[in-house]
């Protein structure tokens, strides 16, 4: 199975990362003195156009169109060391150890970088730039894949800005963003873009079945409720909690009826994205303490007393614990928004007699019963108020009452 075969639906990206992929595979075959040129001869022969490799990609798309999926398996053909390649075979074959350690995370020279945070800071972002200047330990590339770009601060946009300006030899920065005008200028400028777009709903349905193995009837159905993003499509055929929160959302046109209604029904949504960072926090916030506290002596048992001079570590990891709280919170929000503007989308193609097939069709006749009692006009100013919702949070309104207000503006339509 060749590195291209899960990056879903995007087949003009895969043509032009595998062919950038055979020309970087080009340039570690030739000798060492080529492959050492000075970087102002590279950047003439990229211009020319006679090579399709550079040092610096974006990757943009919708929500679950792939795009840290597109980079990972780049970074892997950036690395496959199949002997297929000397009798003419193309790099990124999924098989070799190159292509597996790079796809699981495991490669000395391929660095994974996501973040359960807020943001990206200026500390991190000078550790990767270290990273990059080192040579590749395999003798190929040092490749970056920063999975959460938009999230970098200024700060930390400027600090990585130098080190693509002028990046050391065989160092290839992948960087992932939903869209263009969430990276810099001066960095977007300085990279290749490649867009992608949301797969189509059959197409996430197959690799649901081929490769996580779930029934064809069900991938189709979390396929098609999540309208082509492949990690909720997944997350929803495998994770029961999720189909029971994605019931609960869709429930909720039908309960805002008077002001009471519309409190509860917010109240219930923050309180079911809370459960999911304690959740979080229960899987991984105590396992995270028990490990620092070890490497740092403590005594034995949750309770053992600390070494002299931790307290600054400790406090430190309770601070990333708690942005990790507060991100997880939030995201767990917006599915539920998405998930309600998908509710809304379903009532307007029926009401304008649309053709497109409905997402929501386990919850087709309280779909019917709000397309019969409203209008198109009402339901656009519905999907409008959700949106705003999203935005209010993007904006650290405090998330209660920017709901509060979203379910007030649903039931006035």
């Not at 990056?7 to 055979?22: F, N, P, S, Y």
């Not at 490749?143 to 946009?157: K, N």
């Not at 490769?211 to 997350?235: K, N, S, V, Y």
């Not at 509860?264 to 899987?283: F, H, M, P, S, T």
């Amino acid at each position: 199975m060749a590195v291209w075969d899960d990056v879903v639906g995007q087949d003009q990206v895969t043509e032009r990362l595998a062919a950038a992929a055979r020309d970087a595979d080009a340039i570690v075959s030739t000798d060492s003195a080529a492959a050492a040129a000075p970087r102002g001869s590279q950047v003439a022969e990229e211009q020319s156009g006679a090579s399709q490799m550079t040092h610096a990609w974006l990757f943009t798309g919708p929500p679950g169109s792939g795009r840290s999926t597109a980079a990972r398996a780049f970074a892997a053909a950036l690395q496959c060391v199949s002997p297929d390649r000397a009798l003419g075979g193309a790099p990124g074959c999924g098989f070799c150890d190159g292509c597996h350690t790079a796809l699981v995370g495991t490669h000395a020279d391929v660095e994974i970088v996501r973040t359960d945070l807020l943001s990206i800071g200026v500390k991190e972002t000078r550790d990767l730039v270290r990273r990059s200047s080192l040579s590749p330990a395999g003798g190929r590339w040092q490749v970056i894949v920063l999975e959460d770009a938009d999230r970098l601060t200024e700060g930390a946009g400027n600090v990585l800005l130098k080190a693509i300006e002028e990046p050391a030899p065989r160092t290839v920065w992948l960087l992932c963003a939903p869209s263009i005008e969430d990276v810099l200028p001066t960095i977007r400028s300085r990279c290749r873009l490649l867009t992608l777009r949301t797969p189509p709903v059959s197409a996430v349905a197959d690799v649901l079945v081929r490769r996580d193995g779930i029934p064809p009837e069900a991938a189709a159905l979390a396929a098609r409720a999540t309208q082509g993003h492949i990690g909720r499509a997944r997350r929803l055929a495998t994770d029961e909690r999720a189909r029971a929160r994605r019931a609960a959302v869709l429930k909720l046109p039908l309960r805002i009826d008077d002001i009471g209604g519309c409190l509860k029904a917010a109240q219930e949504l923050i309180d079911a994205a809370g459960e999911d960072a304690k959740q979080v926090a229960e899987e991984v916030d105590t396992k995270e303490t028990e490990e620092l506290r070890a490497a740092l002596g403590a005594a034995s048992g949750t309770g053992g007393r600390m070494p002299r001079g931790t307290a600054g570590v400790m406090k430190e990891l309770q601070d990333k614990q708690k942005r990790r709280s507060t991100r997880t919170q939030r995201d767990s929000l917006d599915l539920a928004l998405i998930d309600l503007t998908g509710f809304y989308r379903d009532v307007l193609a029926l009401q304008m007699g649309a053709s497109v097939p409905i997402a929501n069709d386990e919850v087709r006749d309280s779909i019917q019963r709000v397309a019969g009692g409203s209008t198109p006009e009402r339901t656009l100013r519905r999907i409008e108020a959700v949106i705003a919702c999203r935005g209010a949070l993007d904006r650290n309104v405090a998330p209660l009452l920017a709901v509060e207000a979203m379910t007030a503006a649903l039931r006035a339509g």
